[in-house]
């Protein structure tokens, strides 16, 4: 197909009057729809110690929640903290402690050492690029690859600049490549010399158990891994239920070595009294254990699956093998990262949106918002339906096509 004919065929979609939004990965009214028994719930507001959870206490969550949570993160309930609806709150409060307290009681704040500097693997999460932002930190991209990250050149940083303090990893179904990190990818980032002693994993299990295969991925325990070589106290883990019931009303949580989840409950102690203890109680009667979770996951799976399947159809069927772009099919996770030809992204991005649909901007998967080539895309396929996905990577395909003409 030509350029005219490409251009009449986008003019014909724009008449539509198209309004579709793939900008975030919003569950859909019908995965939601799985949790709603959660709003009747409890009909008891007991825990199972004899707690009276309508009243203040337990700073650190029930141990109810503990044990029902903690496989998200494949750890022991003892070094979990129960947080409220957000991990991502989770993630701000634990770097402002660092930049303001410092790690553990003997160092200092991050920010009294001067600039202060993370790694950021790339494409990656907006969300962690905008916290670091909003801080002051100074972001160095390091590119993603099959295996997870590009260690060469982590480990050549780290060991060289002692205001590098930390990393932010998505390691398990990364947003928005879908990549899990290779067990030689979590060692080495666990055994490998830095130059600052207050060096910390940001460990983001957002999607630990968002399986679109029948034969998911296995992430490496890397809070093992640290204890096995030395560094036990190198990682925060984090994760939350928030696309696994309600985004908003979850539940979140953070694991670490005791150490640092005993400094960081003394700190917490001055800034709350603790979360909502009624909204644990209420996963927790809801999922009964892990495997409840399993179970409702795999419901999620039968929906989000097909519209995945989707994306790539028309991928394929339409870009497929014309030197257009490459993009990774994920055996889990909530996004699929569309890499087109240098200089396309911003233009194909702008078409869509002109067609009447709503994509995540160009660039955002990039610290400052900058990607270099002008190249990746984040598709989030999850919030419409069946017919507006159809419609959507239509109007996406031949926004690709236009954008390279």
């Not at 890397?222 to 190198?234: A, F, K, T, W």
């Amino acid at each position: 197909m030509d350029k005219a004919q490409l251009e009449q065929q986008y003019e014909q979609i724009k008449a539509k009057n198209l309004h579709l939004d793939m900008s975030r990965g919003k569950p859909s009214g019908d995965v939601l729809d799985l949790s709603n028994a959660l709003l009747n719930l409890p009909t008891a507001y007991t825990a199972q110690s004899g707690l009276d959870c309508r009243n203040y206490g337990v700073l650190d969550g029930l141990p109810e929640a503990k044990t029902l949570l903690a496989p998200m993160l494949d750890v022991g309930a003892d070094k979990v903290i129960i947080g409220g609806n957000s991990s991502l709150q989770m993630m701000y409060d634990t770097i402002v402690r660092a930049m303001l307290l410092g790690v553990d009681e003997e160092s200092e704040g991050w920010s009294k050492g001067g600039a202060v500097k993370f790694i950021c693997p790339v494409p990656g999460y907006d969300r962690h690029f905008a916290l670091c932002e909003s801080l002051g930190i100074v972001m160095i991209p390091v590119p993603v690859n099959e295996h997870g990250v590009d260690m060469d050149v982590v480990e050549e940083l780290v060991a060289n600049d002692t205001a590098i303090k930390g990393m932010w990893c998505v390691p398990i179904y990364s947003n928005p490549t879908g990549v899990t990190y290779s067990d030689d990818v979590v060692r080495r980032l666990a055994r490998m010399k830095t130059a600052a002693k207050d060096f910390r994993l940001m460990w983001d299990c957002a999607y630990s158990v968002h399986v679109l295969s029948d034969t998911p991925d296995r992430l490496l325990n890397v809070l093992d891994e640290c204890e096995q070589v030395g560094n036990p106290d190198r990682v925060y883990m984090f994760a939350s239920t928030s696309k696994v019931t309600f985004p908003g009303s979850g539940v979140a949580l953070m694991a670490s070595s005791r150490k640092n989840v005993d400094y960081i409950c003394k700190h917490m102690s001055v800034q709350t009294i603790g979360s909502d203890k009624l909204n644990q109680l209420r996963h927790f009667a809801f999922f009964k254990n892990f495997s409840g979770i399993t179970a409702h996951m795999k419901a999620i799976q039968s929906k989000l699956a097909p519209k995945f399947n989707i994306v790539f159809e028309f991928l394929e069927r339409e870009l497929g093998g014309q030197n257009l772009g490459e993009w990774h099919a994920p055996k889990g996770g909530y996004f699929i990262s569309f890499t087109g030809n240098h200089g396309t992204a911003k233009r194909t991005v702008r078409l869509c949106k002109d067609a009447g649909v709503i994509l995540t901007a160009a660039g955002a998967t990039f610290p400052y918002g900058k990607d270099p080539d002008d190249s990746n895309i984040r598709l989030a396929p999850t919030f419409p339906t069946m017919n507006e996905l159809e419609a959507a990577m239509e109007v996406f395909c031949v926004s690709v096509k236009l954008a390279n003409c």
